[in-house]
């Protein structure tokens, strides 16, 4: 290289890169400093979780979540078209960034969103997942849901149906659904989710239950408020978005994006105002706080994004998303701190060959097994 071709900021490289624009002599030289300045490494990290995540900037009071969905199915599509796996986007080890420093990557990161048109339908996020989208009828009947198959037309396959009986929709790991209820209800399902429902709503109220998580978006009716029940708490609205996340095991945390809801346990009662979120403790108070749009949301957009996480918390995830069972060799590893996000569309072992990169952990995969070690 010559005195006049002067050598880009390592913030351009690292952008270059990321962006598949990188020339072959300073994509080298970027290599050898990733292995060799932990400085380099870390601002590596901080600009790549920003970059996994640069279709989430619209989160905050913009977010639109059936742009958010189509894009996922758009993406996931294209993915299953060419063969390419899903896969996730590694996390990164916890390092400390300004937020003025943190907008200015997030802003050159941003990319638009793709409206879609609402419909009474099911939405498969790949074709070759582990298990059947499972519809349970409240005769005791199984169907298994097909890819985009509308909601009207299952039921009506199904013969007789208890317009009144509760059904129960499960969605297996790895999977991702969207569905409308016949209200105009509209419910994005996470992995490894149960919603139970019925066919028609009928009476002052409307009332569901679910386990797992799932984002509503519900519709309006004033004389008949919406209610979900989750792990012994009931959340109250008329019209309104919120996401539920109530997975077996695992906190509670119920998060307003619009509109208000009230959100009831046996010992506690709170209202909710948009941007805040509840989570149940284990005296049944609930503890409410301010919430990041981003990393609860993210799950709509195939992404989990986590902030100074545990890695105990985590593994949860990684087992819904790609069906394997994470194993951890040494209590300790729960412990460990994550920053980073887990991308839907890549593979597990690019998650897990940049966690061994960047942290003292390494694994072993046998089949779908997963054991995690120091």
């Known amino acids: 290289m010559t005195e006049s071709a002067a050598i880009p900021p390592i913030e351009q490289l690292i952008i270059d890169k ?23 490494q870390e601002l590596w990290q901080q600009m790549l979780q920003v970059h996994s995540l640069k279709k989430l900037v619209s989160f905050n009071r913009t977010y639109n979540a059936e742009s958010s969905w ?11 078209a060419t063969g390419t796996m899903l896969q996730a986007v590694a996390p990164a080890p916890v390092v400390k960034m300004s937020g003025r420093k943190w907008l200015r990557y997030a802003a050159a990161a941003v990319v638009g969103g793709i409206v879609v048109t609402a419909g009474v339908m099911f939405f498969q996020n790949r074709h070759n997942a582990a298990g059947d989208l499972k519809l349970q009828l409240a005769n005791g009947k199984s169907i298994s849901v097909e890819q985009n198959e509308n909601l009207k037309d299952v039921f009506a396959t199904a013969g007789n149906v208890d317009a009144n009986g ?10 991702s659904y969207k569905l409308q209820l016949t209200d105009g209800t509209q419910v994005w399902m996470n992995a490894a989710t149960d919603l139970n429902f019925p066919y028609q709503f009928n009476g002052s109220s409307r009332e569901v239950t679910v386990k797992g998580e ?14 979900v ?9 008329l019209g309104t978005e919120f996401n539920v996340k109530a997975y077996p095991g695992e906190p509670m945390q119920i998060s307003l994006v619009n509109g208000k809801v009230s959100v009831e346990s ?17 005296d049944k108070k609930l503890s409410k706080a301010n919430f990041d749009e981003t990393m609860v949301l993210g799950w709509m957009h195939g992404i989990y994004y986590f902030k100074n996480e545990e890695l105990g918390n985590i593994v949860p995830a990684i087992e819904r998303w790609f069906d394997v069972q994470v194993k951890l060799d040494n209590p300790s590893l729960a412990k460990i701190h994550i920053t980073g996000a887990l991308e839907k569309q890549k593979s597990i072992t690019d998650f897990l060959d940049m966690l061994s990169k960047t942290t003292s952990i ?11 070690r120091k």
């Open 266 to 282: 046996d010992n506690d009662k709170q209202l909710l105002q948009p941007g805040e979120a509840v989570d149940l403790q284990s």
């Open 362 to 372: 390494s694994y072993v995969m046998t089949g779908g097994e997963i054991s995690l």
């Open 166 to 175: 509760i059904n129960t929709l499960s969605v297996p790991k790895t999977r």
């Open 70 to 80: 189509q894009a996922l199915q758009d993406k996931l599509a294209a993915s299953d």
């Open 229 to 237: 029940k989750v792990n012994g708490v009931k959340i109250s609205v």
């Open 18 to 40: 990321l962006t598949n624009q990188i020339s072959e002599e300073d994509n080298q030289r970027l290599d050898e400093l990733l292995v060799t300045d932990s400085h380099v």
């Open 214 to 227: 799932a984002y509503f978006k519900v519709a309006q009716n004033a004389g008949a408020p919406f209610v």
